[in-house]
């Protein structure tokens, strides 16, 4: 094409890299994003708006395939050359988003936050205090809370992001599902089973509409039902939901044995609690398989950035 339309080709070949990503395909997704990244630097110059762009998608591919530092670069690249080029920092929240949540997955507790409170700052303070947006930090703040088991603290933000999601989405939005399940599961902790047993109903029936039966957001609302049960001591109405959850699980696995080894745990301590002990041992042992054929993979491309 004329040099002029180059740019018409860099955002065709960056929307089939997102396309390729979206269906797994992962090295056809990255050869689509160097292809036009090479156009964009040489277009646009290393700093321009759509170098950002793609480098952002590249994270995101890097940060699906478990690999940390080389995601976590393309970020802090994007994000630099945003922060140049727009002084509201509107441009710059999506990737402190990202950044965070690779944070959070990664451990670094603090240096998540951190991000999350300077995304939050900039879309409340050019978004507005209800934009979606804005669930979002909250709900990453949250979710930090809920592993550090500051409870009442995740509870208050949770219940704020759901209040916005509402408002903007509607009562029946895939991302409403997902935080009414993040909320029931701080209620479980906080052993108030009624309140966490009616959001996760609510929450697995949204899920059910808005996704197909073998979809892993099922897999996880049927995990989550089932854990409330558990903390109740209702073993009866557990163990179906468990076995529904695993069964989804399984279907899934080829990189997502995580899911179907949690499930497996989270089984084996039902068992054992209600006195099955063969049971408990025979799903923890299904469970260490998984765990250790995860180990395996994580071996062959170990990363420094994670942390132990």
């Known amino acids: ?7 018409v080709t860099a955002g065709i070949l960056h929307s089939l890299g997102s396309l390729y990503a979206d269906e797994g395909s992962e090295a056809r997704a990255d050869e689509y994003f160097r292809k036009a990244l090479a156009i964009r630097e040489k277009t646009e110059g290393p700093e321009g708006e759509g170098v950002a762009g793609t480098l952002a998608a590249m994270g995101s591919l890097y940060n699906r395939q478990g690999k940390s530092d080389i995601a976590m670069m393309y970020y802090t690249r994007a994000l630099s050359i945003l922060e140049k080029l727009d002084d509201t920092g509107a441009s710059s929240a999506p990737i402190l988003l990202y950044m965070a949540a690779l944070y959070h997955q990664t451990g670094y507790y603090d240096l998540a936050v951190q991000l999350f409170q300077r995304a939050l700052m900039i879309n409340e303070r050019v978004k507005g205090r ?21 409870y009442t603290e995740s509870e208050l933000l949770f219940q704020r992001g759901l209040d916005i999601q509402e408002k903007a989405f509607g009562p029946d939005h895939a991302e409403v599902a997902l935080t009414l399940q993040s909320l029931a599961s701080v209620k479980r902790l906080l052993h108030r089973f009624d309140d966490a047993e009616r959001l996760m109903i609510r929450s697995l029936a949204i899920t059910g ?14 995990n989550s039902l089932a854990l409330i049960y558990d903390a109740k001591g209702d073993y009866a109405a557990a163990e179906p939901l468990f076995r529904k959850s695993l069964a989804v699980s399984e279907k899934r696995v080829g990189g997502n044995e995580a899911d179907a080894a949690q499930v497996l745990e989270n089984m084996s301590n039902m068992y054992l609690k209600s006195g099955r002990q063969k049971e408990a041992e025979q799903y923890a042992k299904r469970a260490m398989r998984f765990r250790n054929l995860m180990g395996e993979r994580s071996d062959e491309g170990s990363s420094v950035f994670r942390k132990k």
């Open 1 to 7: 094409m004329p040099a002029q339309n180059y740019s």
């Open 209 to 222: 509409k808005r996704f197909p039966p073998g979809h892993r957001n099922v897999g996880a609302a049927l």
């Open 130 to 150: 209800l934009h979606p947006d804005v669930a979002v930090s909250l709900n990453g703040l949250a979710m930090i809370s809920l592993m550090q088991q500051r």
